[in-house]
């Protein structure tokens, strides 16, 4: 059974930095973070290859999110710093298809809320 634990979250000013973690029993995956906004569907935000060498990001967030892993640790990290109000959103984690940016075993967590405020 696939376990997704998504932490971090929390009430930020825009311009802070916050860190989110997923904790994860899938290994050996490629592994992405989705977000869903109030309002609007569930969208891709990052990936990581498997073994942690390839990144990639949506447009909105280069430059401000690092995705990272600590496979010793099956947690999954998402950095994201310079936080503005669109960033708002519920962010979730989940193995991931590498190319197509969804879900590869449509299997969700509860997910971690980010608010940022002005």
């Known amino acids: 059974q696939v376990q997704l634990a998504e932490s971090g979250g929390g009430l930020v000013q825009a311009g802070d930095s916050l860190t989110l973690s997923c904790v994860t029993s899938?290994?050996?995956?490629?592994m992405g973070w989705f977000r869903q906004a109030p309002g609007k569907e569930r969208e891709f935000v990052s990936i990581i290859s498997w073994d942690g060498k390839d990144t990639h990001y949506i447009d909105s967030v280069k430059g401000r999110f690092t995705i990272s892993r600590d496979d010793a640790k099956n947690t999954i990290y998402l950095q994201m710093s310079n936080l503005k109000l669109e960033d708002t959103a519920k962010y979730y984690c989940?193995?991931?298809?590498?190319?197509?940016?969804?879900?590869?075993?449509?299997?969700w967590g509860q997910g971690t809320l980010v608010t940022v405020s002005s």
């Open positions: 899938v290994t050996k995956w490629a």
């Open positions: 989940a193995p991931t298809y590498w190319g197509i940016w969804t879900n590869a075993m449509d299997t």
